[in-house]
Every structure is written in structure tokens, then in C-alpha cells.
């Protein structure tokens, strides 16, 4: 029994706001030798557009009447807007799957907010699903989340033949800026943006068929990256020594076996379009071709990091190309990696 991904969709939302977030940031810096640093990183990112569910106005970070005013915005607040925004995002995304037909599951993974009752449940009635829809949500995994929902799909379809499990990621990260003038945080804000995106899983017809999993967490690596809930949003600390411990470990031949297996490699890479540097280092460690993270590159560069939407984004461009084989990564919280092997199904 082979659970495949029949169809994925994405929707990102309307207001890009990477240019003000650069100007912001360099104001940040003004007078300081980091200014320079920043700005160059900045455009060796490979980001031109991010998106936010905020306004225009409110996504700015330079005080004014925005949501981003001289006064920190409270977790409160930011949640408030999470409880508005996410659900609709994540519908919108739902949308572009077109007819569903009749659904058993539904798994939702997000780590940008929290409310009760979850957004499972949001999304459960105003899609109409029938109340005996089982539910899954995932919170505060990170960016692999995506992997962890789809590797839960792919269990309940292995178990139960019959199911049709709807997988959807949710991340508004733009709701989470800090107020500060230290370069780390700023670089890390430059990172992240907006997204939704969904899947159809089940065990009938074509798809991209989700194999078997991939599982690592680096040793003495629990610091690299965190993710904390403060009074003024969720603290993100992204350590600049994540890309060259990622690039390390994927050098050991025993995890090079893990993420490539044996024989003949994977036709095609869905890579967690983190930052240019993490692309890069995976691009190195696992020695890939020029273009074999072409998809992973593109995301970044129209998107940004939407946390777990952002491998979903990558794989919706490789599903349309039906790759023989392929391998998906994500990298988180831990340091941990994550991913599963996967291949093209013909119905049937």
C-alpha cells in the first residue's frame, strides 16, 4: 500500500514588504560598520519578495499608526491577528486543490500561533467537513513541520486504505518582527515570510508517492537554532553556524547513505528553502549538480522562508514534473533534519 500526494496547492499573501523590511533594517544600523555587513548580505540573499498578511501600512516596521507602531506589539495582539488571518490563508490555499470529495483526515501543521479551539477546527467547518473528520495538529516543529505532516498522512493512509487525508501548513511570520538594532536578529528577520499550502494524500491514483522517512539531529546542536514565545511575539535565533554544521553533517557517509540511499541517486531534490547559505551548503555536502535545487532557489527568491509552507512550495513545483525519484529535506529546531524519499505513482 503506497500513500501518494494527488495534488498541492500554495497561496502566499498580497502585500510584499522585503523592500521596506531592507530600508527598516538598515535604519537599524544606521552609523555602524554592520550597516555595510547587512546590506551586503542582503543582496547576496537571493530574496527579492516576501509576503505579509499585514497591510501595507502595518507591515512597516519604522513606527507610524501601523501595527508596528513605537510600542511593541504584545503576543497578544499578534495572535489575535493569527486567529484572523491564518485560517483564511490556509482556506486559500485549500481552494487552489479544487474539489475535494470526500475527506477522512485532516492534518494542519503551524508554529506562528496558537488558538483555541485549534485551527484544525477552524478549517474543518468552514470547509464543511463532517464532524467525525479526524484531526491532527502540529505545532512549534519549525520549518520541517511539513515533512512531519506529511510523513503523518502518509501512516494513516498505509493503515486505512480507504483515506483521503487533506495536509495543510499555515505560517504568518511577518506577525513575529522584534524591534532591534543587534545584526543577528535582523538577518534572521530577513528570512522569513507568509505562506499557506496544501495537499490530497491518499492511496489511489497518481501521485507523488511519500516513502520512506529520514530522520537526523546533530549532536551539540540544541542552541543553533530556537524558537521562544515572549511577551512581544515568538523570539527567533537562527546562529550563523547553521549552515556550515548542515553542510558537516551531510558530508558523513552515514548520513549521505540515509539522505541518498543506495544506487543510482534521486532524480530530483525538494530542499527547505531556508537562506541562500543553507542551500548552498546542502548543494555541497550531498556534491549536487548546478540546478538540481533550481525549484528550492526559485521559492526563496518569489517567497522567501515561509517556515514548514516552504518545502510544500518546492515540492507543488516538483510534483508537476513527475520525477522518477527524489528525496525532500527540512531543517529545524534541534538541529534537526528531516525528510522522506519519494517518486512518481501511476494510477492504478
Known amino acids: 500500500m503506497t500513500a501518494r500526494i494527488n495534488r498541492m496547492a500554495t497561496a502566499a499573501p498580497d502585500c510584499d514588504f522585503e ?7 538598515l535604519r537599524q544600523l544606521e552609523g555602524r560598520r554592520e ?46 491577528i493569527y486567529a484572523e488571518e491564518a485560517p483564511k490563508l490556509a482556506l486559500a490555499a485549500i481552494a487552489g486543490l479544487g474539489e475535494l470529495g470526500t475527506i477522512t483526515h485532516l492534518v494542519v501543521a503551524s508554529c ?3 488558538v483555541a479551539p485549534g485551527i484544525d ?10 464532524d467525525d473528520v479526524e484531526r491532527v495538529l502540529i505545532g512549534f516543529m519549525g520549518c520541517y513541520a511539513a515533512v512531519t505532516a506529511l510523513r503523518t498522512a502518509r501512516h494513516i493512509v498505509r493503515s486505512e486504505p480507504a483515506a483521503r487525508v487533506l495536509v ?31 495537499a490530497l494524500v491518499s492511496a489511489a491514483g497518481e501521485g507523488l508517492e511519500i516513502g520512506t522517512g529520514i530522520a537526523a539531529a546533530l549532536e551539540e546542536s540544541d542552541e543553533l537554532i530556537t524558537w521562544q514565545i515572549g511577551d512581544t511575539g515568538f523570539r527567533m535565533h537562527l546562529s550563523g553556524e547553521v549552515p556550515g554544521r548542515i ?18 541517486r534521486p532524480r530530483a531534490y525538494a530542499v527547505h528553502a531556508g537562506g541562500r547559505s543553507i542551500l548552498d551548503a546542502v548543494a555541497d ?5 548546478e540546478h538540481a535545487l533550481d525549484h528550492s532557489r526559485a521559492v526563496l527568491r518569489e517567497f522567501g522562508n515561509m517556515s514548514s509552507s516552504t518545502l510544500m512550495f518546492v515540492l507543488e513545483r516538483i510534483i508537476r514534473e513527475r520525477p522518477e525519484s527524489g528525496v ?5 529546531p534541534g538541529l534537526a533534519m528531516e525528510g522522506f524519499r519519494f517518486g512518481w505513482c501511476d494510477a492504478g
Open 19 to 25: 523592500q521596506d523590511y531592507r530600508a527598516w533594517a
Open 328 to 332: 525532500a529535506l527540512a531543517f529545524g
Open 285 to 289: 555536502g550531498l556534491d549536487l549538480h
Open 35 to 80: 550597516a555595510k555587513l547587512y546590506a551586503r548580505m542582503a543582496d547576496r540573499s537571493g530574496i527579492e519578495h516576501r509576503w505579509s498578511v499585514l497591510s501595507a501600512e502595518d507591515a512597516k516596521l519604522d513606527g507610524g499608526q501601523g501595527f508596528y507602531s513605537a510600542e511593541a506589539p504584545s503576543t497578544a495582539r499578534r495572535m489575535a
Open 168 to 198: 495543510v501548513t499555515v505560517e504568518l511570520s511577518t506577525l513575529h518582527h522584534q524591534d532591534s538594532i543587534d545584526i543577528e536578529p535582523l538577518l534572521a528577520g530577513a528570512q522569513f515570510g507568509d505562506g499557506a499550502a496544501a
Open 247 to 264: 553542510g558537516q553533517a551531510l558530508k558523513r557517509e552515514s548520513v549521505r547513505r540515509r539522505v541518498l540511499g543506495e544506487g543510482e
Open 112 to 114: 506562528t500561533g496558537f
Open 121 to 130: 477546527q477552524i478549517v474543518a467547518r468552514r470547509l464543511g467537513l463532517p
